[in-house]
């Protein structure tokens, strides 16, 4: 992908957002378009930088703290990929929102990490829909008890649910997965849990943010879409 590939991509998904939001009514500013950078090189963050894009997804930390380095113009990173807990103490203060707290020891973790830094992380839990056993997430059943265990940590806040459903070649197949997670987030609002607010839903990717989006989404993950297909892993 070249600078300009990447910029002409950056257009026509910001327009397809617009067109999303107008069949529902909702107003484009509700939807945050996260860039999913994972697996590509800085110089691809920053020609979508100079394109106007300024908040990033990345998946693997090791790969993230590098990245880090190399772009200096003022983004925002979410943290959207798996995270073990020993890696959870590189991303305070780095990081503005993780996707994907799937465990009560991840929770405990990031809370204690950003209490060191006299911080509050903000998360979103990840939800498992689609039982599907090698996904991570916490089952749709366990995620009220989930939410009354984490509640008691002091310095991390919920923000919203996030979801990877599976992926299925029709984007109008998937729309059930993210009708579900909205209802569930509706019903975990309902609880006025403290320090929990669910004005977030992370679902949609490049092949179904517009689906997603007209069910709600306030957060797409994008990648291929913009910057191609990923390479190794
Ligand atoms: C890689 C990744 C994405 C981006 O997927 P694309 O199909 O490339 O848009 C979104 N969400 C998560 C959690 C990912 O790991």
Redesign the pocket.
Known sequence: MTAMDIAVNLARIRTEIAVACARRGRDPATVRL?A?S?THPAEAILAACAAGQDLF?E?YVQEFLTKLEAVTAPVQWHY??HLQSNKARYLPGEVTLI??VDRLSLAEEISRQWQKHGLTADVLIEVNLGGEASKSGVDAVELEPFLRQIVTLPNLAVRGL?T?PPYLDDPEDVRPYFRRLRELADRMKELALPGVTMQEL?MG???D?AVAIEEGATLV???????GE?EGR
């Open positions: 996260v999913v994972k997804g998946s959207i990929g996707h994907s996030m990877l992370s990717m490049s092949h943010f993950r994008i990648g291929t879409a913009i910057f990923r």
